[in-house]
């Protein structure tokens, strides 16, 4: 396991227990989530959301833990792997813009339907 720097002393606090106990609980609670979708379930936008952050965060601390892990046991390797996680992180980031787009223009018909029920006048850009 990780060793303690000076400069870390009085910030962490070894909480591995703790985070241990809630990784158990996230493992569960995904299960419960995964069992009860089928591939066609329909979620309401604010599951969708919790559920792309929970796997941001936990992907973040992982990649984190695994760098810093590996650092201390194989600093020259390491530089490899950073790359490679930059590069993981880029592509998320990616795909979380174009599923934010994908939901503006999935919207466009509602706000388009909207503002004729409010009698506005929308008028396409040419």
């Known amino acids: 396991m990780a060793k303690m720097k000076p400069e870390d002393q009085g910030e962490y606090d070894y909480e591995g227990d703790m985070a241990k106990s809630q990784l158990r609980s996230i493992m569960a609670n995904a299960k419960r989530l995964h ?3 089928e591939e066609n379930t ?12 929970a796997e941001d965060y936990i992907s973040t601390a992982a990649n984190y833990m695994e760098s810093e892990m590996n650092e201390e046991t194989n600093p020259v390797e390491m530089k490899d792997k950073k790359k490679k996680v930059n590069s993981n992180t880029k592509e998320r980031t ?18 388009v339907s909207f503002g ?3 009698k506005i006048n929308i ?3 040419s």
């Open 35 to 37: 069992d009860m979708m």
């Open 42 to 53: 329909n979620l309401p936008e604010w599951v969708q959301s919790k559920i792309t952050l």
């Open 94 to 111: 990616m795909q979380k813009q174009a599923n934010a787009a994908q939901k503006v223009v999935d919207l466009i018909p509602q706000a």
């Open 116 to 118: 004729s029920i409010l």
């Open 123 to 125: 008028h396409p850009v």
